[in-house]
């Protein structure tokens, strides 16, 4: 059976559980994933380690062992712009396929307080999960690096 647990500014994961989150996410994103150091600041910026908005870390267990993670933050903005931002998601790669993508995503949204927004690659085959649940793709992403 899947159990979840909810990390956020309140309730703060220990140093040992932060780092298996983040090797979790590091692991099993794959081709698209990012640095630790990228992942790490998502992390502390939903747990308000410094100065943002929050956010929260959903994570699931199967027999003792991490089998997916979702880290969401929060923007501080509302309607033009959605309140959360699904930064990661992950399932443990040996246990896709078995629906614990798709109860993280149903908790997700049922965690969040107002609309979700999440970038994916066209390729990502998780792309068909979010249709799924209900996201729908309304912008083509742009971007201008300095």
């Given amino acids: 059976m899947v159990e979840t647990k909810v990390f956020n500014s309140t309730s703060k994961p220990s140093l ?10 590091f692991e099993n994103l794959q081709e698209y994933g990012d640095p630790k150091s990228d992942i790490e600041k998502c992390i502390d910026y939903a747990l308000e380690e410094g100065p943002s908005f929050g ?14 993670v979702v880290a969401v933050n929060q923007t501080g903005m509302k309607d033009y712009i959605p309140e959360n931002i699904l930064v990661y998601i992950a399932t443990h790669k040996n246990m896709r396929g078995k629906g ?13 307080q107002g609309s979700i ?3 994916v690659e066209p390729e ?23």
């Fill in 55 to 68: 956010g929260f870390i959903l994570v699931s267990f199967f027999e003792n062992g991490i089998s997916g």
């Fill in 124 to 146: 990502n085959p998780a792309r068909f999960l979010y249709e799924k649940v209900g996201f729908s793709s309304k912008y083509i992403e742009m971007r201008f690096k300095k």
């Fill in 117 to 119: 927004a999440l970038h």
């Fill in 16 to 25: 040992k559980e932060k780092e298996s989150i983040i090797n979790f996410l």
């Fill in 100 to 112: 614990i993508g798709k109860l993280l995503m149903k908790k997700t949204i049922d965690l969040a």
